[in-house]
Nanobody, 125 residues
Framework: QLQVVESGGGLAQPGGSLSLSCAASGFALEDYAIGWFRQAPGLEREGVACISKSGIGTNYRDSVKGRFTIARDNHRVYLYMNSLKPEDTGIYYC????????????????????WGQGTQVTVSS
C-alpha cells in the first residue's frame, strides 16, 4: 500500500518555530516531487511549499517566503517553519507527485497523487 506519512507539528507561540517531516511507505520518495499543503477551517487547501525530486527546485507561497524552508534527503522531506503567525494555523498535508524530470515541481494541488492524513499546526499565544 502506498502511503505518505507526516510527523511533527503541534502548538507554537507567534514568532516561534516548528518542523514537519514527511516519509513514504510503499514507494521510493526520492522519485517524487513533494509538496506541503495546509487547510484552515472553512478554507480551501492551499499549497505552501514544494520541492523537486533533485531538491534543487523549490517554490513557496508568498505568505511564507523567508519564513519556511523545504528540504529533503533520500528518505524524508522536511518543512522548517520559523516566525510563525496565527494565520499559519491549519492541518498540514504532505503530498507526492511522480516526476519524470529531476527539477520539476509545482504547488498545484491537482498534480499530486498521494496524500498523507495531515498533522495539526496551531499558532497561538
Amino acid at each position: 500500500q502506498l502511503q505518505v506519512v507526516e510527523s511533527g507539528g503541534g502548538l507554537a507561540q507567534p514568532g516561534g518555530s516548528l518542523s514537519l517531516s514527511c516519509a513514504a511507505s510503499g514507494f521510493a520518495l526520492e522519485d517524487y516531487a513533494i509538496g506541503w499543503f495546509r487547510q484552515a477551517p472553512g478554507l480551501e487547501r492551499e499549497g505552501v511549499a514544494c520541492i523537486s525530486k533533485s531538491g534543487i527546485g523549490t517554490n513557496y507561497r508568498d505568505s511564507v517566503k523567508g519564513r519556511f524552508t523545504i528540504a529533503r534527503d533520500n528518505h524524508r522531506v522536511y518543512l522548517y517553519m520559523n516566525s510563525l503567525k496565527p494565520e499559519d494555523t491549519g492541518i498540514y498535508y504532505c503530498a507526492a507527485s511522480w516526476a519524470s524530470g529531476s527539477t520539476w515541481y509545482t504547488l498545484e494541488r491537482g498534480e499530486y497523487s498521494y496524500w498523507g492524513q495531515g498533522t495539526q499546526v496551531t499558532v497561538s499565544s
